[in-house]
């Protein structure tokens, strides 16, 4: 005899006198939650099967559907609560590693949400963003310690290769593989319009697409996936991805059903295998190795591109970001412990690494103190979710940060958290034609823009507000920063002061 203790997570309600039977959420869930009983005329939901991802409720003509939490309950107890109850059952069932999507869902400090902005007044008046010029275009890559001009005023100085953004965002990591081709193209011709990037992830660049070449980061992590040289010189620039913030330490892995032959041939891996990224470059075990491969990177492209290093934010991330700009680096990305990603272990992604805000801050702080700052840029990710988290960031020190989450709600995400079973039904984290297609990016591209261009009215806004004309004016300006419910510790790392100080 097996026991099996699956309860439903959501309850679907329908209200049988709104709803016309017109099998629309029977055609559009790719769950199969909803089925048509031809014998009694009647639509039934299977809730064990609806992970809520409101697909039926967003386009039910009458409205006629509601999904809500199951309301099963357990007794009280604030140890064994009925989620951890549930995943007990769970792996005694299947002895499997549970999986999650989409970021740690837990409810530690959001230090962006404790951290609140100076704003001028009388002695330092603010700008008006709609009448008077305001920048927010930013260079990405190594500066040099000081600029050479002629008697004219020319630059004689030769610059580091740059990386040109109109706005400090680009769309984080993302592989060709975990995300549908259609996903992939509305990211590429939102940051071709916008003048920023996206980024490939593990995954190769599909050929199609090396028409976006000049607004495409190309990543190379420990699988090397779909890089060859012409790859690497397809990008504005590489990144190494050493680490991930939702799962710091383990590695990538794309299940076999995902390779179809688009895949495939982007991936230079056989149609249907599993394609596994370890959690260590075999080719890096010191600063030393990785170096080696910086340059490795370089040569390859001519020395005409930056090269960026990605790492999860630990612990002792600021020492780590030391030894990666001595290594050659010309931008260096901390991905915080909120970071999305289509499935990482459940217990990985709660329960390693740190938070953004704290990483971020303490790179900064140490790279100053060595006086090696100005030797590389400094972008972050993991959980970005409004122009304010952007502002914040750039006064902390960042130099600009990659957005994920915000990205692909943009494009229709609920955030159901089912990434890994590969039937998104917003079409995004898929590869089955039928809900590919669900996903036009020739309309979706534009949400994307649309959403961008809406943080950079906002960023304006708020630089003006300060009496600053330029994002580069508020890169690591702390004193624009004020705390709010921290404490001494926690105001010490971030190297602000208390709101009324």
């Given at each position: 005899?097996?026991?099996?203790?699956?309860?439903?997570?959501?309850?679907?309600?329908?209200?049988?006198?709104?709803?016309?039977?017109?099998?629309?959420?029977?055609?559009?869930?790719?769950?199969k939650v909803h089925s048509y009983d031809d014998e009694d005329n009647v639509i039934c939901s299977d809730d064990i099967k609806c992970v809520n991802c409101h697909r039926c409720v967003v386009l039910c003509p009458t409205r006629a559907l509601v999904i809500k939490k199951y309301?099963?309950?357990?007794?009280?107890?604030?140890?064994?609560?009925?989620?951890?109850?549930?995943?007990?059952?769970?792996?005694?069932?299947?002895?499997?590693?549970?999986?999650?999507?989409?970021?740690?869902?837990?409810?530690?400090?959001?230090?962006?949400?404790?951290?609140?902005?100076?704003?001028?007044?009388?002695?330092?008046?603010?700008?008006?963003?709609?009448?008077?010029?305001?920048?927010?275009?930013?260079?990405?890559?190594?500066?040099?310690?000081?600029?050479?001009?002629?008697?004219?005023?020319?630059?004689?100085?030769?610059?580091?290769?740059?990386?040109?953004?109109?706005?400090?965002?680009?769309?984080?990591?993302?592989?060709?593989?975990?995300?549908?081709?259609?996903?992939?193209?509305?990211?590429?011709?939102?940051?071709?319009?916008?003048?920023?990037?996206?980024?490939?992830?593990?995954?190769?660049?599909?050929?199609?697409?090396?028409?976006?070449?000049?607004?495409?980061?190309?990543?190379?992590?420990?699988?090397?996936?779909?890089?060859?040289?012409?790859?690497?010189?397809?990008?504005?620039?590489?990144?190494?991805?050493?680490?991930?913030?939702?799962?710091?330490?383990?590695?990538?892995?794309?299940?076999?059903?995902?390779?179809?032959?688009?895949?495939?041939?982007?991936?230079?891996?056989?149609?249907?295998?599993?394609?596994?990224?370890?959690?260590?470059?075999?080719?890096?075990?010191?600063?030393?190795?990785?170096?080696?491969?910086?340059?490795?990177?370089?040569?390859?492209?001519?020395?005409?591109?930056?090269?960026?290093?990605?790492?999860?934010?630990?612990?002792?991330?600021?020492?780590?970001?030391?030894?990666?700009?001595?290594?050659?680096?010309?931008?260096?990305?901390?991905?915080?412990?909120?970071?999305?990603?289509?499935?990482?272990?459940?217990?990985?992604?709660?329960?390693?690494?740190?938070?953004?805000?704290?990483?971020?801050?303490?790179?900064?702080?140490?790279?100053?103190?060595?006086?090696?700052?100005?030797?590389?840029?400094?972008?972050?990710?993991?959980?970005?979710?409004?122009?304010?988290?952007?502002?914040?960031?750039?006064?902390?020190?960042?130099?600009?940060?990659?957005?994920?989450?915000?990205?692909?709600?943009?494009?229709?995400?609920?955030?159901?958290?089912?990434?890994?079973?590969?039937?998104?039904?917003?079409?995004?984290?898929?590869?089955?034609?039928?809900?590919?297609?669900?996903?036009?990016?020739?309309?979706?591209?534009?949400?994307?823009?649309?959403?961008?261009?809406?943080?950079?009215?906002?960023?304006?806004?708020?630089?003006?507000?300060?009496?600053?004309?330029?994002?580069?004016?508020?890169?690591?300006?702390?004193?624009?920063?004020?705390?709010?419910?921290?404490?001494?510790?926690?105001?010490?790392?971030?190297?602000?002061?208390?709101?009324?100080?």
């Amino acid at each position: 005899m097996s026991l099996d203790f699956n309860s439903p997570a959501f309850e679907v309600i329908r209200n049988e006198k709104k709803c016309i039977q017109c099998k629309v959420c029977v055609r559009q869930c790719s769950n199969k939650v909803h089925s048509y009983d031809d014998e009694d005329n009647v639509i039934c939901s299977d809730d064990i099967k609806c992970v809520n991802c409101h697909r039926c409720v967003v386009l039910c003509p009458t409205r006629a559907l509601v999904i809500k939490k199951y309301p099963l309950e357990f007794r009280e107890n604030a140890n064994w609560t009925g989620a951890v109850l549930d995943e007990i059952y769970k792996q005694s069932q299947t002895g499997g590693v549970l999986l999650s999507s989409m970021g740690n869902p837990k409810s530690f400090p959001i230090y962006w949400d404790k951290m609140l902005l100076n704003a001028s007044q009388v002695t330092n008046p603010s700008i008006d963003p709609l009448r008077e010029p305001m920048e927010t275009k930013v260079m990405i890559g190594r500066k040099p310690e000081k600029l050479g001009f002629d008697a004219k005023g020319k630059l004689l100085t030769k610059m580091p290769p740059q990386v040109e953004l109109s706005v400090p965002i680009m769309f984080s990591a993302m592989s060709y593989g975990s995300i549908s081709r259609n996903a992939h193209e509305s990211l590429a011709k939102a940051a071709t319009e916008l003048g920023i990037c996206y980024n490939t992830g593990e995954g190769g660049l599909n050929r199609d697409f090396y028409k976006y070449g000049k607004n495409t980061i190309v990543q190379v992590a420990s699988g090397r996936f779909g890089v060859h040289k012409e790859y690497l010189n397809a990008g504005a620039a590489i990144e190494i991805k050493i680490g991930q913030g939702a799962k710091p330490g383990i590695g990538g892995h794309l299940p076999g059903r995902k390779v179809g032959e688009d895949v495939s041939a982007t991936r230079m891996i056989p149609v249907g295998s599993d394609a596994i990224s370890p959690a260590p470059h075999h080719d890096i075990y010191s600063i030393e190795d990785l170096r080696q491969l910086i340059f490795s990177l370089k040569e390859a492209t001519n020395y005409g591109k930056p090269v960026f290093v990605k790492i999860a934010a630990v612990h002792n991330s600021a020492a780590i970001a030391s030894g990666i700009v001595r290594a050659g680096a010309d931008a260096i990305v901390i991905d915080g412990f909120r970071g999305g990603t289509g499935a990482a272990p459940t217990r990985v992604r709660d329960n390693v690494g740190i938070p953004i805000e704290l990483a971020l801050a303490a790179i900064d702080q140490r790279l100053r103190e060595e006086e090696i700052r100005n030797e590389v840029s400094l972008i972050i990710a993991g959980s970005i979710r409004n122009s304010a988290d952007v502002v914040k960031a750039v006064a902390l020190g960042a130099d600009a940060v990659y957005i994920g989450s915000a990205a692909v709600a943009a494009l229709g995400c609920h955030l159901c958290r089912s990434c890994s079973t590969g039937k998104c039904n917003w079409g995004i984290a898929t590869q089955e034609p039928e809900l590919v297609k669900r996903l036009n990016p020739d309309i979706m591209y534009k949400r994307l823009v649309n959403l961008i261009s809406a943080w950079n009215h906002e960023i304006q806004e708020l630089l003006g507000g300060m009496g600053i004309n330029a994002i580069d004016s508020l890169r690591g300006n702390r004193l624009m920063l004020r705390g709010i419910d921290l404490n001494e510790k926690e105001l010490g790392i971030l190297g602000i002061k208390y709101a009324g100080e």
